[in-house]
């Protein structure tokens, strides 16, 4: 595929008798948040260190920007950027300075971009600011300021969020949608808090031990789980004639009490209300209903370990 950053095909490693990763076919295509699910060992971080060279398989192949030969795949890596684990950082050093470092170890010519991604990550203004007293969403932020030196056109993140407070987790969910938005950035997240990769993925990649269960895009899976808009108002076959007629859907459904499931216009929730109030209609409930990711993952892990 032209589009493919990276994909892997029957990647397996095995450590003594336990296996890692079994077979493992996966497929990141350029401009995606590809959301990579699992429990702590399910195999997401050994797949992320075997894409970043920090693990070798048993078997099977790794394929980055098309290449997939062993004198490519050292090419092609210099086009990523990672966070493995914990940031590398040196904590008797300012953020300045740790980024010199590491632009020095890759050969990344001149220093202009450290300013920049200094400033893209928000940490421009940390001064002589040792990063041993960084607080721990300040340290993340600079392992990824690290990651992006270089402008890679792969980022690869593994658990992020991990320690962050709710106010760290959400800039740093900002940003990375920025990166994403802005940049054109391809980016493969790990994480087992499945509420926030719902939040960043336009992809998801489900695995349990070692075994890819499923593949499936953010279309896909709103699908599976009936993502829908609840609604109910004071006269349901009006509100029908609305939906057919100015919206131009047929995806929903007429409950016997009167409530509509509306399966499509999910993202163009403003226009379904307007053009029921515009219609006269009296809306007396309005919000957003199906199945979460976390209900999905549990039933697809349970039928997987049944």
Do not use: W
């Not at 990579?36 to 060279?53: D, E, P, W």
């Not at 030969?69 to 300012?94: H, N, Q, V, W, Y």
């Not at 928000?122 to 992006?148: E, H, P, V, W, Y």
Request: proline share 3%; charged share 25%; hydrophobic share 40%.
């Amino acid at each position: 595929m032209d589009d493919a950053v990276l994909t892997t095909l029957d990647l397996t490693k095995k450590y003594k008798d336990q296996l890692a990763l079994d077979h493992v076919n996966v497929t990141i295509r350029k401009g995606d948040i590809y959301g990579f699910i699992g429990q702590n060992g399910a195999g997401k971080s050994t797949l992320l260190r075997v894409a970043t060279s920090l693990a070798r398989p048993t078997s099977g192949t790794v394929s980055l920007f098309g290449e997939s030969s062993e004198a490519g795949l050292i090419e092609a890596r210099k086009r990523l950027g990672a966070i493995i684990e914990s940031p590398a950082l040196f904590p008797d050093m300012t953020a300045r300075d740790n980024l010199e470092v590491h632009r020095l170890q890759r050969g990344i010519p001149g220093k202009s971009c450290i300013s920049k991604t200094l400033e893209l990550v928000g940490l421009q203004n940390t001064g002589n600011k040792k990063t041993k007293n960084f607080s721990l969403g300040m340290k993340q932020r600079l392992g990824l300021a690290i990651a992006l030196l270089g402008d890679p056109e792969l980022l690869i993140l593994d658990e992020p969020t991990n320690g962050l407070d709710p106010m760290g987790i959400a800039q740093l969910r900002e940003l990375i949608k920025r990166l994403n938005r802005e940049k054109g950035l391809t980016i493969l997240i790990s994480s087992h808090i499945l509420s926030e990769l719902r939040q960043l993925a336009t992809t998801y990649g489900i695995i349990h031990k070692g075994k890819l269960l499923e593949q499936l895009s953010h279309e896909q899976l709103n699908a599976k789980c009936k993502q829908h808009l609840r609604i109910r108002v004071d006269d349901a076959s009006k509100a029908a004639t609305v939906l057919e007629m100015e919206l131009e859907t047929r995806d929903y459904e007429v409950l016997q009490d009167g409530t509509i499931k509306l399966y499509s216009l999910l993202d163009d929730v403003s226009r379904v209300s307007k053009a029921l109030t515009g219609s006269g209609l009296v809306i007396e409930y309005f919000a957003p209903g199906g199945e979460d990711l976390e209900s999905y993952f549990t039933k697809l892990v349970g039928r997987a370990g049944a």
